[in-house]
């Protein structure tokens, strides 16, 4: 874990929120493992925070450090791993969303607050058809092109 800390350092600041993110079940179950030296406890959450803050206040406790922590993380609705390129809006039919959002819960695409998210699904759904469709594997033209028409 403290490696794992460690190598956030070299990181963009949005990166670093989102590994720490990633990292916060096994902090908070390192944090009440009595077995641990108490300072080493601390320390590890002080490592977490400072990769989500330069402002930071020694705990007295590591729960008092986790406790900090999820502060800081819910502190921007927007924290976590950056977005993936520009934000694209599409409209999507009920049924069409059902499907993704049963696929989400079949891959196990959950984002922070423990929902299942779309995003990750329609990227790879995205990249699939296209790379079908440039390994010339269908024979029918993709449904997005124009067959017949003058442009």
Do not use: K
């Not at 502060?71 to 791993?81: I, K, M, N, Q, Y």
């Not at 694209?88 to 499907?99: D, K």
Request: aromatic share 2%.
């Amino acid at each position: 874990m403290a490696q794992a800390l460690v190598s956030l350092q070299g990181m963009p600041a949005a990166d670093r929120r989102g590994a720490v993110m990633d990292l916060l079940p096994h902090l908070e179950e390192m944090a009440q493992d009595e077995r641990l030296n108490e300072d080493y406890r601390i320390n590890l959450v002080v490592r977490a925070l400072r990769a989500c803050t330069a402002r930071v206040v020694r705990p007295l406790t590591p729960a008092d450090g986790i406790a900090s922590l999820h502060r800081v993380l819910e502190s921007d609705p927007h924290a976590g791993r950056p977005g993936i390129g520009p934000a694209v809006t599409v409209r999507f039919p009920e049924r069409t969303l059902s499907r993704i959002d049963a696929q989400a819960v079949r891959d196990g695409d959950v984002d922070e607050r423990g929902g299942y998210t779309r995003a990750p699904v329609i990227r790879r759904l995205v990249e699939e058809a296209l790379a079908t469709r440039d390994a010339g594997l269908t024979g029918a033209p993709a449904p997005w092109t124009s067959v017949g028409h003058d442009s």
